[in-house]
């Protein structure tokens, strides 16, 4: 063994020491049958090296949602806005929109505030690493878009989602689908997938940091993001709606909050619900969570200051007795970012695309 490779190696075990980089942890039935899908993906055995500048959660976070998500550049095929049951208002924004008919499609679900322009990373790297059709469907009040009818979710509404898919499969009837969710964009996903269980038309899932029960997630935001994020639904979902909300009289109440917790407490009434309990039991995703079938693989960093790795721990037994699901966990990775390498790329993204691809 050399010299050179000896120092080399010292030197890569400083720098892992000091950025937190580990080999992933996997909480999953060993008996199940995801064990022969773990056993090909080699990114799963070897360490997540953050990107070394990124070690620092905050700063982390920070390069993703303020400089990344600026940087990317893509120009989605169209976007398509479809008019709900109810009147609402949602819409599909699509990449790789011509490629052929019996091309797989990725349907993604966003985050709390996403757009098109903020997933555009996510869809240019799930497009990159597959070659499939990339999906995006946008939930009422994102992005701009109208808002005829006086209701919105911070999670989204399964009814909607099921219309979309529904489009979806009607112009692409032969595509296999697979589903992506981003942040809150889980809840949507892991909702639907519990109360469709067998009758889902997804081949496979991936959750990326989820908050799991959506009743005290929010409690265990960190304090600066709960106030910030807090800020943000107002100006995506209040402000710009003044007359769609002129008839409901909580928002008042509505615009005194000061955290997600406080807000997600008095607004069930802007997405539709009488009450607050009411509210939990139709959009919580815990409630379904034994009730899904496919294979459906959750990604969390244990330095994640949004969707805290606390809450996943009532749930870790239950998971590790469900054949079809794994919980994967980094040390480091923050908020959706899991940037690696010098060239700050995106290790979540491999690990989807990877994942997708063995089904």
Same mark, same amino acid.
């Given at each position: 063994m050399s010299v050179i490779y000896k120092v /080399?190696?010292?030197?890569? /075990?400083?720098? =892992?020491?000091?950025?937190?980089a580990e080999n992933p942890k996997l909480y999953f039935d060993q008996q199940g049958q995801l064990k022969d899908v773990i056993d090909k993906m080699p990114q799963l055995k070897q360490k997540y090296r953050p990107t070394p500048w990124l070690s620092n959660r905050h700063i982390h976070l920070l390069y993703f949602d303020v400089i990344k998500k600026k940087s990317v550049q893509l120009d989605y095929d169209h976007i398509e806005q479809l008019t709900m049951q109810d009147g609402g208002i949602t819409a599909i924004? @699509?990449?790789g929109y011509n490629l052929p008919q019996d091309?797989?499609?990725i349907v993604v679900m966003h985050t709390i505030t996403g757009t098109p322009e903020s997933m555009r990373e996510l869809v240019k =790297?799930?497009? %990159?690493?597959?070659? @499939?059709r990339i999906a995006l469907c946008l939930r009422r009040g994102h992005a701009g878009l109208p808002m005829p009818v006086p209701r919105v979710s911070?999670?989204?509404?399964t009814d909607d989602l099921r219309e979309q898919i529904a489009c979806i499969q009607s112009e692409f009837p032969n595509s296999a689908l697979y589903a992506v969710g981003s942040s809150a964009g889980t809840g949507l996903l892991v909702r639907y997938l519990g109360e469709e269980g067998e009758r889902t038309p997804f081949k496979a899932s991936f959750a990326m940091c989820p908050g799991y029960d959506t009743e005290v997630g929010f409690n265990n935001v960190h304090p600066f993001y709960t106030k910030i994020m807090t800020q943000k639904l107002f100006k995506a979902f209040i402000h710009p709606y003044e007359s769609t909300w002129q008839n409901i009289s909580s928002v008042k109440n509505v615009l005194t909050t000061k955290t997600l917790q406080q807000f997600q407490c008095e607004y069930f009434e802007m997405a539709g619900f009488q009450d607050y309990a009411s509210y939990n039991q139709a959009i919580n995703p815990v409630y379904v969570f034994e009730n899904i079938t496919i294979p459906l693989m959750i990604l969390n960093a244990e330095d994640d200051p949004?969707? /805290?790795?606390?809450?996943? %721990?009532p749930y870790k037994p239950l998971i590790q007795q469900m054949k079809n699901i794994v919980v994967v966990t980094t040390k480091r990775g923050s908020h959706c970012g899991f940037y690696e390498g010098l060239r700050s790329k995106s290790w979540a993204s491999r690990l989807i695309a990877d994942f997708l691809k063995q089904y």
């Open positions: /080399s190696q010292f030197v890569q /075990s400083v720098l =892992d020491h000091i950025t937190g924004a @699509w990449y091309t797989p499609t =790297d799930l497009y %990159e690493h597959t070659g @499939w911070l999670f989204g509404f949004v969707c /805290s790795i606390k809450n996943l %721990e």
